[in-house]
């Protein structure tokens, strides 16, 4: 064998087994999907100090590496609810509790963003009220 063709066969393989060394190794990659989870969405509205199980769904993240996390926001307001726990993995319900007092607005935003790429979120709205017909 001349040391051209070995250094042909060793140069083919190693490209046929690390195919992506050189480019974009997520390229092939499905991107990152956050949803809500089918019968764990946040509701529309919430009386202020109750609770919710919210579940999101990950789609397409490494199997070890789907896990949520949980943050909510509702204007400059410091208190806006809470999340127990504040990461889950995916499908997994957490147990939200509206704030005890309505917010500025009246509502407050709920967010679940993917442990493995935090670029990717599904965030939802709740009105939030002191007494209000669910």
């Known amino acids: 064998m001349t040391f051209r063709l070995l250094a042909y066969l060793v140069i083919t393989t190693a490209l046929m087994i690390f195919p992506t060394a ?5 390229s092939s990659m ?21 609770t919710a199980g919210i579940a999101a769904t990950v789609t397409n993240g ?13 204007g400059s307001e410091p208190q806006c609810g809470s999340f127990d726990p504040g990461s889950t993995p995916t499908t997994i319900p957490t147990t939200y509790t509206a704030p005890t007092i ?32 669910i």
């Open 22 to 26: 050189c480019g974009n190794q997520n």
């Open 30 to 50: 499905p991107p990152i999907i956050v949803t809500f989870t089918d019968g764990f969405k946040p509701p529309p509205t919430m009386v202020v100090g109750t």
């Open 62 to 74: 490494p199997l070890n590496g789907n896990n949520v996390g949980w943050t909510v926001t509702c």
């Open 102 to 133: 309505v917010p500025t607005g009246n509502t407050v935003t709920v967010t679940a963003t993917s442990g493995v790429d935090s670029t990717k979120s599904v965030s939802a709205t709740i009105t939030a009220c002191a007494s209000c017909s």
